[in-house]
T-cell receptor
Framework: DGGITQSPKYLFRKEGQNVTLSCEQNLNHDAMYWYRQDPGQGLRLIYYSQIVNDFQKGDIAEGYSVSREKKESFPLTVTSAQKNPTAFYLC???????????FGAGTRLSVL | GQNIDQPTEMTATEGAIVQINCTYQTSGFNGLFWYQQHAGEAPTFLSYNVLDGLEEKGRFSSFLSRSKGYSYLLLKELQMKDSASYLCAVRARFSSGSARQLTFGSGTQLTVLP
């Protein structure tokens, strides 16, 4: 079955630690996105990538980093510079010419 | 910048009809999407409007008026499983014109009562 897989489902970060959230898709989509969702709020764009080896900052990129070495994969690193990382993180992908975005099941990140 | 407004919460009865409104202010408008999100789960795509008018898809319909910056999602024959958050998202071009992104509203939490 085609889809978007995010892992892990739950993640705990210690202070000063970097953590990486995985996102893999087998939909052959060119574009991939990372969003952050806080309770009672909408999705805010962290980073997006329209093609391999290229990515752009979204509205709240500070404290995060990404890479896009393969079409299928778009990992997100939450760095120690992100002082308030507790949130629900969603990865999405879309065919480049159509912006219907399809989402993974999400990773819930908490701080120990 | 962009601004999207939706009611925070709505309540309706099983079998009834409910209309969830979304107003937006944006430049470079290029389409409006509705997503459904159950608690703790991923948003799932419901509908897409780029031209004025009504798009119907089973029990769900979505309407768009570009001149008014207004859309609504209409849910008919409500079922308990329709209890979820409904997200309105607007697609617009960056000011540079180089790409498009979605901006999401905060969502409307719909509770369907028996």
């Amino acid at each position: 079955d085609g889809g978007i897989t995010q892992s892990p489902k739950y993640l705990f970060r210690k202070e000063g630690q970097n953590v990486t959230l995985s996102c893999e898709q087998n939909l052959n989509h060119d574009a991939m996105y990372w969003y952050r969702q806080d309770p009672g709020q909408g999705l805010r764009l962290i980073y997006y990538s329209q093609i391999v080896n290229d990515f752009q900052k979204g509205d709240i990129a500070e404290g995060y980093s990404v890479s896009r070495e393969k079409k299928e994969s778009f990992p997100l690193t939450v760095t120690s510079a992100q002082k308030n990382p507790t949130a629900f993180y969603l990865c999405a992908s879309s065919i480049l010419t159509s912006d219907i975005q399809y989402f993974g099941a999400g990773t819930r990140l908490s701080v120990l | 910048g962009q601004n999207i407004d939706q009611p925070t919460e709505m309540t309706a009865t099983e079998g009834a009809i409910v209309q969830i409104n979304c107003t937006y202010q944006t430049s470079g408008f290029n389409g409006l999407f509705w997503y459904q999100q159950h608690a703790g789960e991923a948003p799932t795509f419901l509908s897409y409007n780029v031209l004025d008018g009504l798009e119907e898809k089973g029990r769900f319909s979505s309407f768009l008026s570009r001149s008014k910056g207004y859309s609504y999602l209409l849910l008919k024959e409500l079922q308990m499983k329709d209890s979820a958050s409904y997200l309105c998202a607007v697609r617009a071009r960056f000011s540079s014109g180089s790409a498009r992104q979605l901006t999401f509203g905060s969502g409307t939490q719909l509770t369907v009562l028996p």
